[in-house]
């Protein structure tokens, strides 16, 4: 585990943080770093995609599955978002991914398309990276990871691990 990550665990401990025991365990990732990631698929984003029907749609059966909502927005200039796609395709986290989330991924241009989907959850500004990734709790329409939502547009920089726990992190019922 990165120190970073490591050391952001070990703060949320001081303070009470017990979200992580009760979440689903992550896949253990079968490579540890990015330059063993194989790279499959490097146009992740649908351009022409209607972005409010691709969350909508993934919304609708997020609810119906009883699963969390995940809105992944990127470009496909951009290297994390290729990276955290192609992590979110290895098939140990493919199966978890399939068991936890519904996935919707929209196109941000380079942060000058489909706005509407981060102002939809509060984000009305420009986004400060990407990926963005938006966890959302279906029953409410709310997203859960709040300022955590950029936390993913360093992928490059993290370990495969890392972004594994990432996203189970937020499969606890009350993530901190």
């Known amino acids: 585990m990165r120190k970073s990550t490591a050391m952001l665990f070990a703060a949320a ?26 790279i499959v698929e490097k146009h992740v984003y649908d351009e022409d995609a209607n972005a409010d029907k691709v969350v909508d749609e993934a ?3 997020a609810k119906k599955n009883n699963k969390l909502l995940l809105i992944d ?5 951009c290297p994390d978002c290729i990276i955290l796609h192609n992590i979110m395709e290895v098939p140990e986290m493919k199966k978890f991914i399939d068991a936890h989330y519904e996935v919707a991924l929209v196109d941000v241009g380079r942060f000058d398309k489909n706005p509407q989907i981060g102002a939809r959850y509060g984000y009305n500004t420009r986004l400060k990276g990407v990926p963005t990734v938006l966890v959302v709790d279906p029953k409410t329409n709310k997203v859960i990871n709040g300022e955590r939502v950029f936390a993913l547009s360093t992928a490059r920089s993290q370990t495969p691990q890392d972004l594994a726990d990432y996203l189970a992190h937020w499969t606890d019922p009350n993530p901190q």
């Open 13 to 38: 401990a001081l303070v009470g943080f017990s979200g992580i025991a009760s979440a689903a365990p992550a896949p253990k990732m079968p490579f540890n770093t990015m330059a063993e990631l194989p």
């Open 73 to 77: 927005l990127g470009g496909n200039w």
């Open 59 to 61: 919304l609708a059966r």
